[in-house]
Every structure is written in structure tokens, then in C-alpha cells.
């Protein structure tokens, strides 16, 4: 009787509902795979906290990072079979399901997030991430990670001929093992829990990432150099379970998507402002030899990417690339 009573007064959430049992709370299994300070695992909880918040601790999000729960790899079947009912993965783990939205991965597809946002807020991201619902997928929005930097343990990256014959370790898409064959360089793709082991082992000579994944997992500490190339885009679709998300009154949908917006937001300020501090923090440790794309250097590594999106568009044709902000303006 009591839950009959919770959907009627919905709207003003009365009760203290922590008294309550988890059955008669709403609960939202959210797992993810990267640390607590990352600007994903921030945003993860501040979600949870405003959530419970404003539903009077209705709502409750349980987040567990770290792939804690369920690593990379598995998280997305456990979505599927409705273990869990919300994730967060690289887009570039969504290349299997939708395999158009490696649009996402080309090289200097985008030159700011700003034009990652406004990509994803065109008609062109709206067709792509619509798409997902064909897999019982509900993206409620877009988080970023950030601009990927370059690793690795053998040389200093400078021209993109450095790369060649280094084995770097890569997400699951297409896009991303051409960029990386295009140089001459030997993609192999690895899960987000393996790469540092992986790294160790030496079976990769480098890897690609945001500077928040780079330091919170330590893969710094295994590598020599690092070249601040902001070659490519990293960021996630944050993901509901379409099933359940349907199942959800329309009222609870209203206020987990208010509080997920207003999230957003807040999620790509600190992205910048943590990436913005990690660089500083390894500026300051001279713990890894540092390099630096220049203007020149960028133009001369686009072009050496042309290729890529010539095999996008061969794959998948030029109805989402030909809507990247950088061909639009
Ligand atoms: C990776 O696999 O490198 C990233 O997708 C990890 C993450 O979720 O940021």
C-alpha cells in the first residue's frame, strides 16, 4: 500500500524514504569504470547526490566505479540483460552497436568540446545517438572525458612518423586502429582494466588518453614520454536500459532529467578544469618527458589523417561527417 502511495503523491516526493526498504525505494544500479576523481566519476555522484536530494531519497543511484562491479567489457551486458540500469561508456565502445557513431573517433575531428557539443546537439547527433535505441539503449546525455594525449615508453612523439612501428593499445573501433595504422603504428585493442598490466607487461609500447585517465590509473608512471597531441575526442553517452527507462513514471523521468542537464553542465566545466590541473600536476612532477604539438605540427598531422576519413566514408558514407562543425564553418 505504501508504494501505491508513493506514485500518487509523486510529484512532492513527502516521505524520508531512507527509512525505507530498497524495494520500496527507487534504485538505479550505475556503474562505471574509471576513478572517483575523474570528471566521469564526479559527475556520477553529484547525479546520485542531487537525485536523492530531490526525490526526498526516493531515487537512489548507487554508482560503483572503478569497473568495480562490472569491468569494461562487461558492463554493457549487464546493462542489456538489466543488471544495472545506467552506465557511461567511451563512445568508441559504442562503435560495435552503432558502428556511424565512430564519427566521434576521427582524428581532429573536433578542435574544441565546445564543437563536440554542438555535433551532438545537431540533427546529425540526434539521428546517431537515436540510433542506440535499436539496442535498448536511452542516451540521456553526453559527458566528457576530454582531448586524448599520447604515451608511450620507447620516444618522444613529435612528427607523426614518431609513431611508427609502436604498438598502441586502443578501445574497440575501427576509426581508432586505422588512425593508428595509418602512421605505420600497430593498434591492439585492450579493456580500460587491462591497460596498465598490459603497459607493465610491455605487450603495448603506448596507449592513448585524457590526462585524468592517464594519472588516476598511473599509466604515467609506466611511460616515458607523453606528447600533448589532443588528436582525438574522448567522452561517453550516458546510458539508460531503455526497457527500464520506459518503465519509469513520467515523473521521475522529468526530475532524472532536470537534474542529469544541470549535471551536464557542471560536468563540462570541471572536465576542463581538471584536465587543465592534471597537466599542471605533471608539468610540476618532471616525471615523464613532456612534448607539444605546435600549430604547424597539427595542420601536417590532419593532413596525414585524410585517409582515415576517406575509409569512414567508404564504410559509412559522408551524412554524419559532412555535419562535423569544422566542414560546416
Ligand atoms: C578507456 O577505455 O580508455 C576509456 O574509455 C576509459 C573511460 O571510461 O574513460
Not at 567489457?73 to 557511461?88: F, P, T, V
Not at 522529468?254 to 537534474?259: I, M
Request: with cysteine; hydrophobic share 35%.
Amino acid at each position: 500500500p505504501f508504494v501505491l502511495l508513493v506514485s500518487f503523491q509523486s510529484h512532492d516526493y513527502p516521505y524520508d524514504y531512507e527509512q525505507l526498504s530498497e524495494d520500496e525505494r527507487l534504485v538505479i544500479r550505475f556503474s562505471h569504470v574509471v576513478g572517483e576523481d575523474t570528471p566521469k566519476g564526479m559527475a556520477a555522484r553529484k547525479f546520485a547526490e542531487l537525485v536523492k536530494e530531490r526525490s526526498n531519497g526516493y531515487i537512489e543511484v548507487q554508482v560503483f566505479s572503478n569497473g568495480t562491479l562490472y569491468k569494461d567489457g562487461e558492463e554493457m551486458n549487464a546493462l542489456s540483460r538489466g543488471d544495472i540500469q545506467m552506465i557511461a561508456p567511451a563512445i568508441s565502445k559504442l562503435t560495435n552497436y552503432v558502428p556511424e557513431i565512430s564519427v566521434y573517433d576521427l582524428p581532429f575531428a573536433f578542435h574544441s568540446l565546445d564543437e563536440v557539443h554542438e555535433f551532438t546537439d545537431s540533427e546529425a547527433g540526434e539521428i546517431l545517438t537515436d540510433q542506440l535505441k535499436e539496442h535498448n539503449l536511452y542516451a540521456i546525455g553526453l559527458w566528457d572525458s576530454g582531448f586524448k594525449q599520447l604515451s608511450n615508453r620507447i620516444r618522444p612523439i613529435q612528427h607523426y612518423d614518431d609513431l611508427k612501428n609502436l604498438t598502441m593499445r586502443i578501445m574497440p573501433s575501427d576509426i581508432l586502429a586505422k588512425q593508428f595504422t595509418v602512421l605505420g603504428a600497430f593498434p591492439k585493442e585492450y579493456d580500460f582494466n587491462a591497460v596498465y598490466y598490459e603497459l607493465q607487461k610491455k605487450s603495448v609500447d603506448g596507449q592513448e588518453n585524457t590526462l585524468t585517465n592517464i594519472t588516476s590509473k598511473n599509466f604515467y608512471s609506466l611511460q616515458d614520454y607523453l606528447t600533448i597531441s589532443n588528436h582525438g575526442y574522448l567522452g561517453y553517452f550516458v546510458l539508460f536500459n531503455l526497457d527500464f527507462w520506459n518503465s519509469l513514471d513520467n515523473d521521475v523521468k522529468q526530475l532524472l532529467t532536470d537534474t542529469f542537464l544541470e549535471v551536464q553542465q557542471w560536468e563540462w566545466e570541471i572536465t576542463k578544469k581538471l584536465n587543465d590541473e592534471t597537466l599542471q600536476k605533471i608539468e610540476n612532477c618532471q616525471c615523464i618527458e613532456l612534448h607539444y604539438l605546435s600549430d604547424e605540427d597539427i595542420n601536417s598531422w590532419e593532413e596525414k589523417f585524410n585517409p582515415v576519413y576517406d575509409f569512414y566514408i567508404r564504410k559509412y558514407g559522408d551524412q554524419f561527417i559532412k555535419e562535423l562543425p569544422k566542414f560546416r564553418s
